[in-house]
C-alpha cells in the first residue's frame, strides 16, 4: 500500500498570502488529522476530519480551515498568512477514529511552508 | 487532562550504549500510550504502543517501552543503539475530548543523537 502523500514538499509564500496543502491517505482510511510542527510549539493538533465531517478542531483562529473530500482526500488552507505560520505541516491518515488507541496514526512525510 | 511531559530535549550517546528516553504521563483515567519516532526530512513513524496487558511492549527495532502506572512512566528503552537510530522520538497520549472522540496529545520530543 502507498503511504500518505503530502504535496507539495517545500512552499514558500509572502505574509498575506493563502496557501493550500494537499494530503491523500493510506488507501480504505477514512480519518485525516492535520498537525503543525514548530521547534517552539511542537506538535499542535489542527482539525480531523472523518468520512468528510470535521470531526475535532484544534486551537488555532479561523484564517487555518480543511476540507475533506469523497475519496478521503483532504485539503488544509491558511488565509492571510502570518510569519509564525512557518511550520511543518503533518496529515495523518488512520482507519477509524484518528489518534484513538485502536487506529494508531500513519503520517506524511510534511509540508514545509515558509512565510517570509 | 492528560498531558505529557518529555524530560530531554536532547539526549547524545555513544553508538552501542545503551539509552533511556523518559516520558511521563498525567492521567486519572486509563491511557493508552505511544511512542513515534521522526527521522530527518520525514514525518512521524509508530515505533510502538501500549493499551492493556503486558506492561513491557517492543519494536521491531530493539526498542521497548514500560508502562509503570505508580510513576505514571512511559520510558523508551534499548540496550544498543546504531548511528541509525539518530532520530526525535515522541510520546504521545490518547486523550478523550469532550465530542467524545479522541485525539493524541504529543510531548515535546527528545532528539536522540547517537555518535561513533
Known amino acids: 500500500k502507498a503511504g500518505v502523500t503530502q504535496t507539495p514538499r517545500y512552499l514558500i509564500k509572502t505574509r498575506g498570502q493563502q496557501v493550500t496543502l494537499s494530503c491523500s491517505p493510506i488507501s480504505g482510511h477514512r480519518s485525516v488529522s492535520w498537525y503543525q510542527q514548530t521547534p517552539g510549539q511542537g506538535l499542535q493538533f489542527l482539525f480531523e476530519y472523518f468520512s468528510e465531517t470535521q470531526r475535532n478542531k484544534g486551537n488555532f483562529p479561523g484564517r487555518f480551515s480543511g476540507r475533506q473530500f469523497s475519496n478521503s482526500r483532504s485539503e488544509m488552507n491558511v488565509s492571510t498568512l502570518e510569519l509564525g505560520d512557518s511550520a511543518l505541516y503533518l496529515c495523518?491518515?488512520?482507519?477509524?477514529?484518528?489518534?484513538?488507541?485502536?487506529?494508531?496514526?500513519?503520517f506524511g512525510n510534511g509540508t514545509r511552508l515558509t512565510v517570509t | 487532562a492528560q498531558s505529557v511531559t518529555q524530560l530531554d530535549s536532547q539526549v547524545p550517546v555513544f553508538e552501542e550504549a545503551p539509552v533511556e528516553l523518559r516520558c511521563n504521563y498525567s492521567?486519572?483515567?486509563?491511557?493508552?500510550l505511544f511512542w513515534y519516532v521522526q527521522y530527518p526530512n520525514q514525518g512521524l513513524q509508530l515505533l510502538l504502543k501500549y493499551l492493556s496487558g503486558s506492561t513491557l511492549v517492543e519494536s521491531i527495532n530493539g526498542f521497548e517501552a514500560e508502562f509503570n502506572k505508580s510513576q505514571t512512566s512511559f520510558h523508551l528503552r534499548k540496550p544498543s543503539v546504531h548511528i541509525s537510530d539518530t532520530a526525535e522520538y515522541f510520546c504521545?497520549?490518547?486523550?478523550?475530548?469532550?465530542?467524545?472522540?479522541?485525539?493524541?496529545?504529543f510531548g515535546t520530543g527528545t532528539r536522540l543523537l547517537v555518535s561513533p
Open positions: 495523518a491518515s488512520s482507519s477509524g477514529q484518528g489518534g484513538s488507541y485502536n487506529s494508531p496514526l500513519h
Open positions: 492521567s486519572s483515567v486509563s491511557v493508552y
Open positions: 504521545a497520549v490518547s486523550k478523550s475530548v469532550n465530542t467524545g472522540f479522541q485525539k493524541l496529545v
